[in-house]
Nanobody, 128 residues
């Protein structure tokens, strides 16, 4: 069975950093993309970043560019989201998701509906 487990959330002050991890099992990790999404209270879930485990291509939403970095360790079957310079508006539940990406790049899988499997969320709270 495909399993994704996101962890690493927590409470941090504005300007601080957190690193989220997504541990994956049950699928051919190097043929898939991992997307990081977030959902704030009262808002729709939206993409933050994505990475292809085939070609290493990445995508960042505008609010994440320059502050967040997505990376993948294929040997460990983990994907990370390093979040720096956090802002209160980054407060949300963060999810990782996966989809087979053969023939596509990270920017091709930025919609929630593109993903087949989801992990449970991890709460990130940024205080002002």
């Amino acid at each position: 069975d495909v399993q994704l487990q996101a962890f690493g959330g927590g409470l941090v002050e504005a300007g601080g950093s957190l690193r989220l991890s997504c541990a994956a099992s049950g699928f051919s990790f190097d043929e898939y993309a991992i997307g990081w999404f977030r959902q704030a209270p009262g808002k729709r879930r939206s993409v933050v970043a994505s990475i292809s485990n085939i070609d290493g291509s990445t995508y960042y939403t505008d609010s994440a560019k320059g502050r967040f970095t997505v990376s993948s360790d294929n040997a460990e079957r983990k994907v990370y989201l390093q979040m720096n310079s956090l802002k209160p508006e980054d407060t949300a539940v963060y999810y990782c998701a996966t989809v087979m990406i053969v023939g596509r790049t990270a920017k091709d899988v930025i919609q929630e509906g593109s993903y087949d499997y989801w992990g449970q969320g991890t709460q990130v709270t940024v205080s002002s």
